[in-house]
T-cell receptor, first 112, second 114 residues
Framework: GDSVTQMEGPVTLSEEAFLTINCTYT??????LFWYVQYPGEGLQLLLK?????DKGSNKGFEATYRKETTSFHLEKGSVQVSDSAVYFC???????????FGKGTTLSVSS | NAGVTQTPKFQVLKTGQSMTLQCAQDMNHNSMYWYRQDPGMGLRLIYY???????DKGEVPNGYNVSRLNKREFSLRLESAAPSQTSVYFC?????????????FGEGSRLTVL
């Protein structure tokens, strides 16, 4: 069945460092892909998405490119801030288009 | 501008007790979902409702029941709570059209079963 694999955390960085969080997926066809972010004590909110191969989603300085050759959707940011500290989830829309399947999440901690 | 509202936010139960988590959305979305979040497990889908009047099992439905009361409301019931159901529960909704609609989440309900 459909699944998402994310790199294990926690990821600990200094402010202004470069961030990469790896995400790969297993699915039939070419599902829509998403990154969600969860700040402490809150629900998840959409960070960015891509709906077809080679699409690049971007928001708040974060980017991810849909790579069908490597079935990947890695999240990147050039210069992280303390306020980026959160849990990041990669997700895909299942084949039926009825539900999102999430990875296990990656905790990011940024220190000043 | 409420979005998705869940109640209660916190609940402590004893093993064997029952309870219902309530969820309501004011965005006129067709699809609604219940997920549970556990450390190291990410979010796992319990049940979903693609449209009013329909419900379907997700990845971990055992021990739960749901009701799509109307287009706005989607409740999750634990008939006989077990310690394994200690978790944070999230309700979410999506417009459900075109297959790429954004999922909107509530703030979560933290349930502890003793």
């Amino acid at each position: 069945g459909d699944s998402v694999t994310q790199m294990e955390g926690p990821v600990t960085l200094s402010e202004e460092a470069f961030l990469t969080i790896n995400c790969t997926y297993t699915a039939t066809g070419y599902p829509s892909l998403f990154w969600y972010v969860q700040y402490p004590g809150e629900g998840l909110q959409l960070l960015l998405k891509a709906t077809k191969a080679d699409d690049k989603g971007s928001n708040k300085g974060f980017e991810a490119t849909y790579r069908k050759e490597t079935t990947s959707f890695h999240l990147e940011k050039g210069s992280v801030q303390v306020s980026d500290s959160a849990v990041y989830f990669c997700a895909l829309l299942n084949q039926a288009g009825t539900a999102l399947i999430f990875g296990k999440g990656t905790t990011l901690s940024v220190s000043s | 501008n409420a979005g998705v509202t869940q109640t209660p936010k916190f609940q402590v139960l004893k093993t064997g007790q029952s309870m219902t988590l309530q969820c309501a959305q004011d965005m006129n979305h067709n699809s609604m979902y219940w997920y549970r979040q556990d450390p190291g497990m990410g979010l796992r889908l319990i049940y979903y409702s693609a449209s009013e009047g329909t419900t379907d099992k997700g990845e971990v439905p055992n021990g739960y029941n749901v009701s799509r009361l109307n287009k706005r409301e989607f409740s999750l019931r634990l008939e006989s709570a077990a310690p394994s159901q200690t978790s944070v529960y999230f309700c979410a909704s999506r417009s459900g059209t075109g297959g790429i609609g954004e999922l909107f989440f509530g703030e979560g309900s933290r349930l502890t079963v003793l």
